[in-house]
């Protein structure tokens, strides 16, 4: 059976469906941050944001492993059903720092959230730091440090129908043209990756609109990366397939579609898109050959 990515939420910071002005955003979704690597053995979910609520209703044996404990990358635990479910057999994975947040979020006392991990959701049977490498089920996890702020982890899954790489949250170095000497080593942990998942919440005139002639409001240190750089530097690293995530909730579906015709223009390559709420991405060595570079 070969390796899929479900993409269940691609939105950052909050659920969305329209921007201000009123655009819609249901092509690219309105759902916040996560993942699901499956391939016939127990799944691997990657950060448990709103859209996580779409994966399961019965009882599951999987592990979710979370970047961070920013809400939207953890809002949709307490949504999610198979937790509840005693049978169930959930292991949870977060750097130690960011499992002590969680706690707080969905503590027993029910200040932030009603119901905890310890108290109400039997499904859960596992609460563990995450290591800088381990496995679960044939798959072998890798763990790095991302730039975010209060630290996010960034993770390599790999199996025998290729690897796939989460990096975001991420903000690369400031200069949007230069590859600096912290991009090269992200660049590295991108080397050997058939999928990426990269950072590209802003536009280079959100990020920083006086270094591409703009007025407006500086974005530099908030933590997330530019569509292009993000993607370029994946590009640049051999990454097969780049998809831009955590998308802004400012960003409809219109200036998503043209951003992305712009993109691989500029870049060359088909090999990039946005990343798709609900879109399935199977992780097998010969539909990469289908990419022309
Ligand atoms: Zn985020
Ligand atoms: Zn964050």
Redesign the pocket.
């Known amino acids: 059976m070969t390796t899929e990515i479900k993409v269940l939420g691609t939105r950052?910071?909050v659920t969305t469906t329209r921007t201000k002005s009123g655009e819609p955003t249901r092509l690219f979704g309105g759902d916040t941050t996560s993942y699901v690597i499956q391939n016939g053995s127990d799944p691997i979910m990657v950060d448990m944001g709103t859209g996580s609520r779409f994966y399961g209703e019965g009882p599951l044996r999987m592990m979710a492993v979370f970047?961070?404990a920013?809400p939207?990358?953890v809002a949709g635990l307490g949504d999610f059903t198979p937790a509840y479910i005693p049978v169930s057999d959930i292991e949870i994975r977060a750097s130690p720092e960011h499992l002590e947040s969680i706690a707080l979020q969905y503590d027993a006392a029910g200040q932030v959230f009603p119901a905890g991990p310890n108290d109400f959701m039997k499904g859960i049977k596992r609460i563990a730091p995450i290591e800088k490498r381990w496995s679960y089920g044939d798959l072998e996890i890798e763990s790095f440090p991302l730039n975010?702020?209060?630290g996010?982890y960034g993770y390599l899954i790999s199996g025998e129908d290729g690897r796939v790489g989460i990096f975001a949250?991420h903000e690369h170095e400031r200069d949007l043209k230069k590859i600096g000497p912290e991009d090269s080593a992200i660049m590295k942990k991108m080397e050997g990756c058939d999928v990426a998942f990269v950072d590209g919440a802003y536009l280079p005139q959100e990020y920083d609109p006086k270094q591409v002639g703009y007025e407006g409001v500086l974005r530099v240190g908030w933590?997330?990366g530019v569509d292009i750089k993000a993607a370029r530097m994946a590009l640049e690293a051999g990454v097969g397939r780049v998809y831009i995530t955590h998308h802004s909730q400012e960003h409809g579906d219109t200036m998503m579609l043209n951003r992305e015709r712009e993109i691989r223009k500029i870049l060359g390559t088909d090999r990039v898109s946005f990343a798709r709420q609900g879109e399935k991405i199977l992780l097998a060595p010969i539909l990469n050959a289908n990419f022309n570079v």
């Open positions: 950052g910071s970047t961070h920013h939207d990358h975010h702020p209060m996010c949250d933590g997330h």
